[in-house]
Every structure is written in C-alpha cells, then in structure tokens.
C-alpha cells in the first residue's frame, strides 16, 4: 500500500507540473517581456464615426491603389506591376479594422512614415517620400470615419493564414507554408503545385520581379520567415512585430499596427509552418503519460508479487 501512496503523490506532482505549474511560469515570464503590450497609449484616442461617410471617403481616397475585396472592388494593378510602382504591393484595406489598432490606423492614415517608425528613410535629403501619401490635411474626424468604415466591413474571425498574409505577406515569403508539397507563401500570393513546369516557372519570374522591386524599395529582401519562429522565438517575434525599431535600429522594416490579438495570430501562423510537427508531439505527450502511468502499475504490482514469494 505504501507504494501505491507514493505513486500517487508523484504522478499528483507529475501532472500538477505538466498542467499547472508550466504554463502559468510561462505566461508570466511573458507578461514581463511583452514589450509595450500592443497598447500604443502614445497615440491619441480615436472616436467612433460614421461608417457611411467613411466609405466615401475610401472610395475617393484610397481605391487608387488598394483594393478591397469586402466592396469588390478590384486591385487597378497586379502585384507584381503595384511593387514596380510603389516598392510594395498595396494591401487589400478589407481587413484592416480587426487587425490593426484603431489608433494606430488613425495615426497611419494621418502619416504613414511617422507612424510605423520609418521617417529615417524619408528625409528631405533623401529625396524620397512614403509611397502612401499622408492625409493629416483631412479633418480628426474624417479619418476617424474611415477607421469606424474600415472595422465595419472587416471579418470578425480571420485565421492565423489571413492575418499573416495581411499583415506580412507583402513582404514576407515563407517557403514552408504549404497543404501539398511544391506549394507555398510568396509575396505575390500563395504559389500552387503546378501540373506544368513552364507554369511553375512563369510564376517564380513574377515572384522575382516583385522581390526586385521590394529590394530596392526596402535597401535589402525581407528574409523568408519559414524558420523565425524555431530561430528566435515569440518574445522576438512579439517586439519585432510591435516596434521593430526597438529590435533593429534603423531598419526599414515598418511597425504594422497590429492589436493584440493579430500579433498573436501572425505568431500562431509562424509556428504551425515553422513547426508542423508540433501537434503530434503535444498529442504524444497524454499518450506517454498515459504510458507511464500503466507500466508504473504493472511494476508495482511485479514488485509485489516478487517479494510475497520471497516472505
Ligand atoms: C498612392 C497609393 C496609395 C494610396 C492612395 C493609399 N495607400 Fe495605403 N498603402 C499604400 C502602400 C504602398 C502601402 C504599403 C506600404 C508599406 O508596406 O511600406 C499602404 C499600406 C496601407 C495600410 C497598411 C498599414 C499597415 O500597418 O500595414 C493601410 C491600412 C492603408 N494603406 C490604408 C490606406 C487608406 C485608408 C487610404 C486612403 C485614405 C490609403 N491607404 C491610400 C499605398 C497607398
Ligand atoms: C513593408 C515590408 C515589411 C512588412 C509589411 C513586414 N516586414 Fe518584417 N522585415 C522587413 C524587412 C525589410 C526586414 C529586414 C530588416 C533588417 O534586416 O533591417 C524585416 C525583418 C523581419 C524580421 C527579422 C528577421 C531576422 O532574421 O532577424 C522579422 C522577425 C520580421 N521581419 C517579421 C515580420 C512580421 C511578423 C511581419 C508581419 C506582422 C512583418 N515582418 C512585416 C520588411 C517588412
């Protein structure tokens, strides 16, 4: 009977570290690290608008160069043909308003370089300007307008895939983000298993084209992210993610915006391509207790019947 007591008190213990202890150390050595928290508090709140008056003022402001597939309203270029014209494919606006803080899209809008930390690039000497024109010259509550539009045409339950291809995906590939083999992330879309090697190819010359353009406009090619999050990690993932300028001084990457919420996900995102054998493992893991526990028992129960013989 002793046995069976201090069985019970390590597999108590076992299961109190797996289930309990683990993961509330993990979430609060987190809760210290998390950066600034996806707060944005140093920018100034936005009130909620009307969404009517904010979808004229994206239908004579923005559609020019974003499309918005929520309104149907087609891309005027290609993505490959938008990098040669402003470095970077224009995002499709219809899911910005769940992804982004509100005041954060408020103070993006008003100006772009300011706010996603990249006016280093931007100087008078330079002799460059952000691709997007700043609308600061709009009334406060204009653009509070179109961000109350925007979060009103937004999908309330994107995937961890939407997100990443809205937030990142411009200018991100990643060479394992694939259902089938031969599939994956480019900046100009999701490449297909191709039947034909010349379409295979036709394909790979855009992605060329499109990654030329964005190097020139970023200095260097944003690195394919199949590995960051095996290589580096959430805490790095999350403040590069929220101020990259906090990670790497000067780069060209901009901040995104992203609430919460969406960081998370992009993360999530990164993980599941980077680590597809994860869920297997975590499934593993009930089965190995699983295993423990029985081979425990039949040792004791061997145990016992070995010494009542020798009594
Ligand atoms: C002249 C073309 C142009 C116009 C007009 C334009 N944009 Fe953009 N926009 C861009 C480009 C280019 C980018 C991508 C910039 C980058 O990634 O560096 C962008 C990016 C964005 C993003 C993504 C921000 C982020 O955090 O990733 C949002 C949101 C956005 N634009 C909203 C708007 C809205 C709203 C309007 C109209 C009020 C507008 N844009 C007008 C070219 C434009
Ligand atoms: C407008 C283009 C652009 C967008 C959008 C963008 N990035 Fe970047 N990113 C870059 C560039 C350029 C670099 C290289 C920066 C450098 O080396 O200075 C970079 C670097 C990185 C790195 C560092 C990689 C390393 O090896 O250290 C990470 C991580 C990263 N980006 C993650 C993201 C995530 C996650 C998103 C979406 C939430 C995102 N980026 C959105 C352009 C972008």
Redesign the pocket.
Known sequence: MRELKILAVVVFFTLLTYWGVEPFAHSQMHAHVDGKNFEYSHLPAVKAGDAAKGKE??MT??????SINAENMPAPMDAVM?AA???????D?SN?GAI?DPK??AA??AD?AK??G?SHKFTAESGKS????G?NW?PKED?EH?VTY?QSIAKKDLTPKEVYV??CG??HANRYDNKVMGEKWTQIGQKERFKYKKDSLAFDIQVIEYEDSLKK??GKLPPDLAMIFRAKGTHFLETMIEDPQSQLHGTAM?????TKDAAEQVIQHLENTGDPSKPIRDSMGVWFLLYMGIFTILAVLWKKSVWKKLH
């Open positions: 003022l994206v402001n923005c559609t020019a160069c974003h938008s014209t402003y470095g970077v494919n224009p995002p606006l910005f982004l954060y899209l993006f809008i772009p706010a996603s990249v952000h691709p997007m024109p609308y709009m653009i179109i925007m809205d937030a411009r200018c406009y970023m901009p901040a995104v915006g992203l």
